[in-house]
């Protein structure tokens, strides 16, 4: 079997004049969790529906599971649509089996199935209630239980956490551990970057219809320079020839400063530096940059910016 799941090669989708998206290429290996990033607008969701053959691209190629077109292998993966719904007169666990149903299973393991997901999950004990009586979170946890029900090699979950409190956000995060550990592979869009710092052994960044970044959370964060921030009140010009050391920014009034670094460069050489040139430190922190960095650094405008640091 091919080691991976999905490949697009030469994605583009036009509406008149609007590209929305533009010359994607990506592929996403076989059970791995790839986070699918960027701002609202970005391409995304569209993306996915090209994926999955509900939007026909203008121009380029896709496979699916080794297939050239989603709808081949349409048994084999599951998809949370970003606009959620349900059968709001259905109980959760009818909802849950008919949607197994129309993947293939037989009726009565779609309803076996159902149940035990709903018991895994912590919904057992609304089972036999009407979806139109669960609380929001409870009807999104349904909805994704109705997607992975006939066990999908490859499950699409689109702005999965849109709309979640933090404790049904810790739950979905779950879901998606769990698949994993079945051996599923999962794709998911969000524009929130602590879910996928998480979660992902893989990441695609878009921005305004484009591919600006594809590879691994560390990679990622070596898109973006390390820096060191320190506090003291001694003279730092040591520093400033200190090999390595690509830029000191004053970043406060009381001696704060922020240092640096070229790729590869060793904050401990900071350190050292510091001891053995008598600058006494009130502070030093070397800590990682965060996606959350990342994010704004290749995005970097201003609706990305209120959006990840909403």
């Not at 380029?60 to 081949?72: D, F, I, M, P």
């Not at 089996?97 to 076996?112: C, E, P, S, T």
């Not at 009807?139 to 849109?162: R, W």
């Not at 000191?248 to 050292?272: F, H, K, M, N, P």
Request: glycine share 8%; proline share 4%.
């Amino acid at each position: 079997m091919p080691d991976r799941v999905l490949h697009l090669e030469g994605i583009t989708k036009r509406y008149g004049d609007f590209t929305a998206v533009d010359n994607l290429n990506f592929s996403v290996p076989r059970g791995s969790v790839c986070g699918f990033l960027g701002p609202n607008g970005a391409g995304k969701t569209t993306t996915i529906r090209i994926i999955l053959s509900i939007y026909e691209p203008t121009s380029g190629t896709v496979e699916v599971l080794g297939h050239k077109s989603a709808l081949e292998v349409r048994t084999r993966i599951g998809y949370l649509p970003e606009e959620k719904g349900l059968y709001k007169k259905m109980r959760a666990r009818d909802v849950i089996a008919y949607f197994g149903q129309l993947k293939g299973l037989k009726r009565a393991d779609a309803h076996r199935r159902a149940l035990e997901l709903l018991e895994r999950y912590d919904l057992g004990e609304f089972a036999t209630r009407k979806c139109e009586a669960l609380s929001k979170g409870m009807q999104q946890k349904v909805q994704v239980l109705a997607s992975i029900v006939h066990e999908p090699e490859f499950v699409i979950l689109d702005e999965p956490f849109s709309g979640l409190d933090p404790v049904n956000q810790d739950v979905m995060e779950g879901v998606i551990r769990d698949l994993k550990k079945r051996g599923q592979t999962v794709v998911f869009s969000t524009h929130v970057m602590d879910h996928a710092e998480r979660l992902c052994d893989h990441i695609i960044l878009l921005a305004r219809g484009k591919k600006v970044f594809d590879g691994t959370i560390e990679e990622s964060k070596r898109a973006i320079p390390r820096r060191v921030s320190i506090e003291t009140s001694s003279d730092i010009t040591s520093l400033r020839v200190l090999p390595g050391v690509v830029d000191i920014e004053r970043t406060g009034t009381d001696g704060q400063w922020q240092v640096t670094l070229a790729e590869g460069a060793s904050a401990d050489a900071v350190l050292r530096a510091c001891f053995q040139g008598g600058i006494e430190l009130r502070s030093f922190d070397r800590s990682e940059p965060r996606l959350r960095d990342v994010f704004l650094k290749l995005v970097g405008n201003r609706e990305a910016r209120e959006e990840v640091l909403a």
